[in-house]
């Protein structure tokens, strides 16, 4: 699976879903949500996913109200952060709905991180500067 172009829409899009859940709860999920934009961005591009419109975020962070850009790619929905062009053309869909759900998906993190890095080029960063565990050193009273 070393071509990009192999990969087909749906695949991606699964991978995209699976990538997209483990962000959630993934303790650093900076380089996942980064591939999540880069493989949906290219999907859009590539026109094997289209953007539907904007929706109310459910977690608008600091401010009151925050709209998210809801694309559509193969059987997934997903909400990206929307650019200012989205605004002046697309509709805005209002809340999210409960009653529309993405398919479920069976893609362990690894298979789904290895398709969009193959999809979009993209490597994960390592950190080398990693911090290694010091010991504290215990010194008695005085010394």
Known sequence: MSDPSELSSEKIAQAIFTVNKHAKTAPDSKFL??????AIDQMLKEGKAKKVGLQYSRNPGLSQQRSDL?????????????????????P???????????????????????????????????????????RPVFKRLGE
Request: aromatic residues 8%; positive net charge; proline residues 4%.
């Open 33 to 38: 949500y980064q591939i999540k934009k880069a």
């Open 92 to 134: 805005h869909l209002g809340k999210l709905s409960d009653n529309v759900r993405n398919p479920k998906t069976r893609m362990n993190l690894r298979e789904a991180k290895s398709i969009l890095q193959t999809y979009t080029g993209l490597k994960a960063e390592t950190s080398s500067a990693q911090k290694t565990y010091q």
């Open 70 to 90: 809801l694309v559509e790619c193969a059987n997934y929905m997903f909400h990206i952060p929307p650019q200012k062009n989205d605004f002046k053309e697309l």
